[in-house]
């Protein structure tokens, strides 16, 4: 029995390569801009958004303890991809390549912008996994897709209060960061709300096959507490 609760769910191991997937691809797509209207926005929001998804998933379904271990293993993903990135970025490159300037563009991360990001996604994504795994307790289980809205809110909250003014303040004038923050919030609020409907299905098939539903009672919310699982 002992040895059966120590094996690591397939589920749970795709759950957290794809976290990690989505957190540096992210980092690539914020290199590109765009523009949709009078909004702008990176790319990044294109894939960002997942990683809530599947914090939302993880948090419901194995509880704030594997998903404190997910989050910090994203962060050690993220950081050793930056790094490298950095790294080749400043190794000089042969003399006939001639993509310096594109490749600067996409891993040449300015140390205030890389320092921001990490600062933001850790405090973004405790929030969401402590405000999904206290609501479930509150409802008894109960309103999945209210908990799994309102924990986007005050996690992509807490990630844009910090990001926008650490990575841009001074560069961006500081009477636009407001609109800019509840933007960034609103949308991928919504990108959360459009794809609510396959998160439901995704949470009640993994459920099913792991034959877990964990409820956080009596835990330790400290998110240094990493290989308490």
């Not at 002992?2 to 794809?18: A, D, I, R, Y």
């Not at 299905?201 to 459920?207: L, P």
């Not at 792991?210 to 835990?219: G, L, S, T």
Request: proline share 3%; with cysteine.
């Amino acid at each position: 029995m002992e040895q059966e609760k120590s094996k690591v769910s397939v589920l749970f191991m795709l759950f957290g390569t794809l976290f990690c997937v989505c957190l540096i691809t992210a980092n690539v797509l914020e290199t590109k801009q765009l523009s949709f209207g009078p909004v702008n926005l990176t790319a990044g929001i294109i894939v960002f958004p997942v990683s809530y998804i599947i914090n939302d998933v993880v948090c419901e379904v194995w509880g704030y303890k594997r998903t404190r271990m997910l989050i910090w293993m994203g962060f050690a993903m993220n950081f050793f991809f930056v790094i490298m990135g950095a790294l080749a970025d400043w190794i000089p490159g042969a003399d006939y390549w001639h993509g310096d300037e594109g490749f600067h563009q996409i891993f040449g991360l300015a140390p205030r912008i890389a320092v921001s990001s990490f600062i933001a996604f850790i405090c973004g994504s405790f929030t969401n996994a402590y405000v999904m795994s206290r609501m479930k307790l509150a409802s008894e289980g109960r309103n999945f897709s209210a908990r799994a809205i309102l924990s986007t809110v005050f996690g992509e909250s807490v990630d844009s209060i910090i990001f926008f003014p650490l990575a841009l303040g001074g560069y961006v004038p500081w009477e636009e960061m407001p609109s800019l923050m509840i933007c960034q919030v609103a949308l991928k609020t919504l990108y959360e709300i459009l794809v609510l409907p396959i998160t439901i299905r995704v949470v009640a098939f993994t459920k099913n096959h792991d034959h877990e539903d964990v409820f956080d009672h009596d835990i330790n919310y400290n998110i240094f507490n990493i290989l308490k699982i």
